[in-house]
């Protein structure tokens, strides 16, 4: 990259900054489930740790901070304190890994420790999930070896042809590859265009307006540039072939542990409630 992509990204990375921070905070709003998580930590930040002087204030204020807490170290979202602990429990009887109930995402119920077993996706779905995950990957794989790739892609307009150019050569698309066409040089181009067009598999009408491009004198500065959004393209495609890649990973993976989950039928029952009934019968 030249002095002026560097200074572009430098000033890209100091942009990225500030909005990871409010993705962070983001994160732990829908983590959480509630905002309560950042106002808590300003009301922290502004008051320090100084004591609730009301007790019944104190309690409920310790009460909320305990269910955040779980919300946000289980990733499950549960409606009170108690229901926490009665999943707690529920989860320790059944040898359920809390992590395993996080990756079920929507598909399981909190509140009655279920699978929504109306809401698993079927199995053509699941299919599809996992093609456009794969899809997303090889984007990122492909991009990111684009980015370090010196050739820009142009379009020869009075023919339509794709080549690849950098500021002292252009070749066509064979011409990346091992024993592919020979790219075009200047020095070539004083020889014959039949020549040349042998050698680079280009016609001798694309020889002649190649020729007339590489001894220009702005081809050198409009290939730097061209080089330059060709790579900020291909850098906004990876950041959005990244999103897509986690959405269709956690909803992949969330079908497929809801579906292991759901197959198991285990008793929704929480096993202590279950014993404390038994015994009033």
């Known amino acids: 990259m030249d002095s002026a992509a560097i200074s572009s990204l430098a000033q890209a990375l100091s942009l990225a900054a500030p909005l990871l921070v409010a993705a962070a905070f983001a994160w732990a709003i829908l983590r959480a489930g509630s905002r309560q998580v950042v106002v808590r930590r300003l009301w922290q930040l502004v008051h320090g740790k100084q004591e609730i002087a009301d007790p019944e204030i104190k309690a409920f204020v ?22 926490a602990r009665e999943l707690i429990r529920w989860a320790r009887s059944n040898d359920v890994q809390m992590y395993r109930l996080r ?17 698993l996706p079927s199995t053509w779905k699941q299919r599809f999930r996992l093609a456009r995950l794969l899809l997303c990957w090889f984007v990122v794989v492909a991009g990111t070896g684009i980015l370090v790739f010196d050739k820009t892609l142009l379009t020869l307009n009075a023919t339509g042809r794709h080549f690849f150019a950098t500021t002292t050569e252009l070749g066509a698309l064979g011409s990346a590859i091992p024993f592919g066409p020979h790219a075009l040089k200047v020095a070539d181009c004083s020889r014959p265009a039949s020549t040349n067009a042998a050698r680079s598999s280009f016609t001798e009408q694309e020889v002649d307006v190649l020729c007339d491009v590489l001894k220009h004198s702005e081809t050198t500065a409009y290939l730097k ?14 950041v959005i072939a ?14 497929v542990s809801a579906q292991k989950l759901f197959n198991r039928r285990l008793n929704p029952s929480v096993p202590d409630s279950q014993l404390a009934f038994d015994f009033e019968s």
């Open 242 to 255: 990244l999103v897509l890649s986690w959405m269709s990973f956690f909803s992949w993976v969330s079908g």
């Open 225 to 238: 540039t061209a080089l330059n959004d060709q790579r900020w393209a291909v850098l906004r495609l990876i």
């Open 103 to 119: 990756l079920c995402g929507d598909l399981f119920d909190a509140e009655t420790r279920q699978i929504k077993g109306h809401e």
């Open 62 to 83: 310790e009460e909320e901070a305990s269910l955040l807490s779980f919300r946000m170290l289980a990733g499950v979202q549960v409606s009170s304190l108690e229901k």
